[in-house]
């Protein structure tokens, strides 16, 4: 792995966390605690979930995932898709991917890759960051496990 960088202090929730729709940390603890996750893809130091992680600077999509398993809540703008993409490409090469993003089920990347994945809707709103008010989108969780390489036959 190259260009990862290593968070030298616990994250920290500043006001712009919420611009940047930082995970809310309970929600965090609750997957880690299942997927033990190795690398935020997508990150800055101040609300960096893992101990390594990429930064606009590295460039995340950029960076080879594989065969780490991965915390993504990507950027939400119109490069989404591309994180999305990447995601699920990455787990053709090794990598576990667990994403947090808007339900948007009417989009293509939602029909081309999205559908791909295991999907569990998040009921309500998440309050992101250090928001009062919960996000003005429905969430929702989704894996791509890592593809197994076996010999043919097998
Ligand atoms: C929705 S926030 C998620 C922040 C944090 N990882 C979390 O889960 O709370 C998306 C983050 O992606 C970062 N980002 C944007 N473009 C990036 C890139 N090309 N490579 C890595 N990170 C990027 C942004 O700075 C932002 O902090």
Redesign the pocket.
């Known amino acids: 792995m190259t260009g990862c960088s290593v968070a030298m202090t616990q994250?920290v929730h500043f006001s712009s966390?919420t611009n940047?729709?930082?995970?809310p940390q309970a929600l965090?603890d609750k997957l880690n605690t299942t997927w033990q996750f190795d690398i935020?893809?997508?990150?800055?130091p101040?609300?960096?979930?893992c101990s390594r992680?990429?930064?606009?600077?590295?460039?995340?999509?950029?960076?080879p995932w594989a065969p780490y398993t991965c915390?993504?809540?990507?950027?939400?703008g119109r490069?989404i898709k591309h994180w999305i993409k990447k995601a699920y490409e990455e787990s053709l090469q090794g990598a576990t991917v667990v994403c947090?993003i808007p339900s948007r089920t009417d989009t293509a990347y939602w029909h081309d890759y999205v559908m791909k994945g295991d999907i569990e809707f998040i009921r309500g709103r998440l309050k992101?960051?250090d928001a009062k008010n919960s996000a003005p989108f429905p969430s929702a969780i989704v894996v791509f496990r890592r593809s197994l390489s076996l010999p043919d036959g097998v």
């Open positions: 994250s966390a940047e729709w930082a995970t965090f935020d893809v997508c990150a800055t101040e609300n960096a979930k992680y990429f930064t606009q600077a590295d460039d995340g999509l950029s960076q915390w993504m809540n990507p950027p939400y490069a947090l992101f960051g």
